[in-house]
């Protein structure tokens, strides 16, 4: 609001409309709060993504339950739980919540705001790297109190962590952006439940058959949790094996995703 000039106008407000988007910041930033609320708050999600990591991290790091070699078994399972946590959120959360809102119209609504597509897509990347960002402070916290001393490069966890969450972001799109709501419901789940199990998350891939063993670890969650393995557990150098095939499967399921995803 501004004031005029002049002898007629003297001291009095401006009052003319002035419509316009709010700059692209601003309107990103807003989105990826409301994304973050809106993740936080529903219960299966909080579910899927804080509660049970944590339980299948105190659980399996407390009782004798699976064989996971020699050493600590909280240095086995933190790694493994992290990367589950990281499926969780970029993959599982995010394709329910996206398949829902394309369901009901909500991206609808959105890609006719001033905020665009692109501006959406960033949005939503950023809620997820922040709740990521406070599953990686919960489950360490809890991993450091069961006595888990973690060793390696914290850069070299980094990328991991940042390839994951692409490769699983781009699964979980390309997911919601085909499947019915319901079908996205269902196979995020599954699919959750399936890598839980043969992903090395809890059970070592050695503990497989021979045969099936070098077909499971091509497998995201394999990747990211043997990956983060060697270099938080083992102390051992860049994992550029694990860092190859994040990035393929991030290269592809976002291509494909960008080129089969629906927005109605």
């Known amino acids: 609001m501004t004031t005029t000039t002049g002898p007629a106008g003297a001291g009095r407000p401006d009052l003319t409309p002035a419509p316009g988007a709010a700059p692209l910041s601003r309107m990103v930033s807003a989105q990826a709060g409301a994304e973050i609320r809106a993740m936080l708050r529903n ?13 299948l991290l105190v659980g399996f790091s407390a009782a004798p339950l699976v064989n996971v070699g020699g050493g600590p078994r909280v240095d086995f399972m933190t790694p493994g739980v992290l990367a589950l946590a990281v499926m969780s959120t970029a993959f599982t959360g995010q394709a329910i919540a996206t398949g829902f809102e394309r369901r009901y119209g909500v991206l609808k609504r959105l890609g006719a705001s001033p905020l665009s597509r692109s501006g959406l897509l960033l949005a939503k990347t950023l809620a997820v790297v922040a709740v990521e960002a406070v599953q990686v402070a919960i489950i360490s916290g809890v991993a450091l109190a069961l006595g888990w001393r973690p060793g390696g490069s914290p850069l070299a966890a980094l990328a991991l962590i940042l390839l994951g969450t692409a490769a699983f972001s781009g699964l979980g799109l390309l997911m919601a952006g085909t499947l019915r709501a319901e079908a996205t419901l269902a196979g995020a789940n599954l699919v959750y439940l399936l890598m839980l199990g043969c992903g090395g998350v809890i059970f070592p891939l050695e503990a497989f058959p021979d045969s099936a063993e070098p077909v499971l670890a091509l497998l995201p969650i394999s990747a990211l949790a043997g990956g983060l393995r060697a270099v938080l557990a083992d102390g051992g150098g860049v994992p550029f094996t694990a860092l190859a095939i994040l990035a393929g499967w991030a290269a592809g399921s976002l291509l494909l995703a960008s080129r089969t995803f629906r927005w109605e």
């Open 43 to 55: 219960g299966e999600q909080l579910l899927l993504t804080m509660i049970i990591p944590v339980l």
